[in-house]
């Protein structure tokens, strides 16, 4: 397994915006329940990431597995804002190395404390690799506060 790391670059939005849309599709049922329009809603515009991209206050990476794009991640200061894996590289340590990744830099930059909010799809990885639950879940999305001592 040959997975490479780097930054995102605006050559990469297209892929992005695919990887996250087919995750979405094939990862996420129990949050959107095969509901057409909070799928649509939750991808959003066909030119999200290169506005995301655009952006001073976002660090965005991708995984390469074998030359593939595998997933992708973004963190903004102390949050974890994206962590996708496309479906056909679950299972195979892309989003650990995403996570790890993503807490390094923060602590990197002083962060003490990450946090994030994770889909009812993603709840146990993110408490298997050490993120805890942080308040009551949305009632409406079902997203779920969570954070992590990072030292």
Known sequence: MNLNI???TKADARSMAALRAASIRALCEPDHHGDEATIKRWIGADDKFEQLLARDDLAIIVVELDD?????GAMSGDRVTLNYVHPDFRFRGVSKA?????E???VAHGVLRG???SSVTAL????AIG?????PADP???QQPMSKDLL
Do not use: C, H, N, P
């Open 124 to 127: 146990r990885f993110y408490q």
């Open 6 to 8: 780097r930054e995102a």
């Open 98 to 102: 995403i996570m790890q990744t993503l």
């Open 104 to 106: 390094s830099r923060m």
């Open 131 to 135: 993120w805890q639950k942080d308040g």
């Open 68 to 72: 593939q794009l595998a997933g992708l």
């Open 140 to 142: 409406e999305s079902g």
């Open 115 to 117: 946090v994030l909010d």
